[in-house]
């Protein structure tokens, strides 16, 4: 399974950690589909994005990540692994947290969150003026 693109190891790798969730080759459909997104012509010429399907769990994989087949077939695997690996200990990935908390970062602050913050900065403002030294002793 392996090629110029992606090392023997890593698909060694991939078929360990499918091993350990239970996941078999015949239990996968596998299709090739066009890309989308820039790219131009090449782009519309190559199937190089994979679309696997997990028949028992029916989890539903599409990777477009890089410009070769056999490192989205790879890269897709992995994918199903985390999505699968997600569902059976029902615990939250790592990728998934790290992108709940740069959701809660980006997400505005409510009027009244806003005003108790403004209301601090203007305390410790305050505070910070009353630090000075006076001019004049």
Not at 13 to 40: H, P, W
Not at 90 to 108: V, Y
Request: with cysteine.
């Amino acid at each position: 399974m392996s090629n110029a693109f992606v090392s023997s190891d890593s698909w060694r790798r991939q078929r360990a950690q499918m091993d350990k969730l239970d996941v078999n080759e015949s239990d996968i459909t596998e299709k090739f589909i066009r890309g989308s997104g820039s790219g131009g012509q090449k782009i519309n010429k190559t199937s190089s994005c994979v679309y696997l399907k997990h028949e028992p769990s029916g989890i539903e994989v599409k990777c477009q990540k890089g410009r070769s087949r056999d490192m989205n077939r790879l890269l897709a695997r992995r994918e199903l692994c985390e999505q699968l690996e997600e569902r059976l200990l029902g615990e939250k990935s790592k990728r998934q947290q790290r992108m709940e908390k740069i959701r809660r970062q980006k997400r505005r602050r409510s009027r009244r969150q806003k005003e108790r913050m403004l209301d601090m900065k203007k305390i410790q403002g305050t505070k910070k003026q009353m630090r000075k030294r006076v001019d004049g002793e």
